[in-house]
């Protein structure tokens, strides 16, 4: 456990029982928050809330929580929800799997949340996973979709991910 000015963050092991405990409220916040913007015309491409609770799990419980949540919260939003749809299912894999490698290794790198290591570890997944992306689909214009429509989900991730995790998830 690493503690900075009030935020405690953690790098929890597959033996411990609050990994799959904390793995398991982040899947359920990936699995409501899609359902409730999804409701708004394309509100998933511009607010990207598969990935939001994978960023919070993985930079404030570490990378194998980030990760269980990364790969869980996506197939079970396809398998229950038809949504993301089984077509672009790996390009989020891909992402939602950077993102919580990046932003646990952040969190332990730095042993500090702030905007600047947020936006980082944000900026980051999205440039990789475009790149896995533009691979997979050999097409640039559906690959830079996150940065040409998701800006707004980008930031509330910035923003609202660091604040969540340095103000709301204190303990």
Do not use: C
Not at 111 to 128: C, F, G, H, P, R
């Amino acid at each position: 456990m690493q503690q900075t000015a009030g935020t405690k963050l953690y790098s929890l092991g597959y033996s411990e029982a609050r990994t799959y405990l904390f793995a398991a409220l982040f899947i359920i916040g990936n699995m409501l928050l899609p359902q409730l913007l999804h409701t708004i015309p394309r509100g998933g491409m511009i607010w990207l809330p598969i990935y939001f609770f994978t960023l919070v799990g993985s930079y404030k419980y570490g990378w194998k929580v980030g990760l269980l949540t990364a790969f869980l919260s996506p197939v079970l939003n396809s398998l229950f929800f038809s949504m993301p749809s089984m077509t672009v299912l790996p390009a989020i894999l891909i992402k939602s799997t950077l993102l919580a490698v990046s932003a646990g290794f952040a969190a332990s790198y730095f042993k500090k949340v702030s905007i600047e290591t947020v936006t980082i570890v944000v900026l980051s997944y999205q440039i990789a996973g475009t790149l896995g992306e533009w691979a997979l689909t050999s097409d640039f214009m559906i690959a830079i979709q996150d940065f040409r429509i998701g800006i707004p989900g980008m930031l509330v991730q910035i923003l609202g991910g660091f604040v969540v995790i340095k103000y709301l998830l204190k303990k």
